[in-house]
C-alpha cells in the first residue's frame, strides 16, 4: 500500500488568495482507509479462517481420541472376555490334568498288578514246564519200557497166535480183543472172541460171543495167577467144550 506523505501547508498564501482553499486529500485519505480496513479484514478473515481450522483440527482431534477411546475400551473388553475365556480354560486344563494324573496312577496301580499277576502266572508256567518235562521223561520211560516188553512178549505173542489159532488186538484203551478161529471143526472160519480189560488190576471180560458159562471160575484163576497167555488157552479150550457140548 502506497504511503502517504504529509504536506506543509501555507496559512499565508492560502489566505491570501482570492478564493482560499485547503486541499485535503480526502481521495487518497479514502483509498487508505479503505486499504487499512481491507487489511484488517483480510486479517480478521485469516484470523477466523486460522481460528477455525485449529478448531476443526482439534475436533477431528477430539473425535480420533474419542474414537480410539471406544476403540480401546472395546479392545480392552474383549481382551478382559478373552482372559476370562483363559482362565476357564486353563481351569478346564488343569481339571483334565488332574483327571490325567489320577487315570495314570490308576493305570500304574493296574500295571503293577499285571505284572504281579504276570510273575505269579510266569512261575505257574515254570512249575508246569516242569512237571511237563517230568511228565514227558516218565512217559518216556514208560513207551522204553512198554517197548522193550513189546520187544519181548512179541515173539511170544505171534507164537501164541499161531498155536492157538487167534488174533489178538487193542481195540480200546486197556482192552484186548482175542478172536478164535478153528474152533467147530465144522465151520473153521467161525469165529468165538472176547474183550478183556485190563485197566485195573482186578482184569474184566466184558463180552464173549459165544456167551461161556464158566467165565467167572477162568476170570478168578487170571486175576490170581496174573498169567494172560494161560487165560487165553483155557478161553479157547473153554470155547472148544462148549462146541462139543452141542
Known sequence: MPQVRPTHIDLASILAEPNPSVDLRLHAYEASTSNFLRAVTN???RAVAEITKHRNAQEADKKRLAEK?????AETNQ????EIELLAVMEREKEEVREAETSITALKRQLASIRETCQSVDAEIEQYRALTANLKREKDRERQTLEMHA???????NACETRLRCHIEGIEKDRLLIRFTHIDKLDIDCEFSFVLDVASSSNQVITTTPPLPNLPILLNELNETRDIF??????RSAFAQLVEKH
Do not use: D, W
Open 151 to 157: 520187544a519181548q512178549t512179541g515173539p511170544e505173542l
Open 43 to 45: 486479517y480478521a478473515n
Open 69 to 73: 477411546t471406544v476403540a480401546v475400551k
Open 230 to 235: 494161560h487165560f487165553i488157552r483155557s478161553m
Open 79 to 82: 481382551c478382559k472376555v478373552k
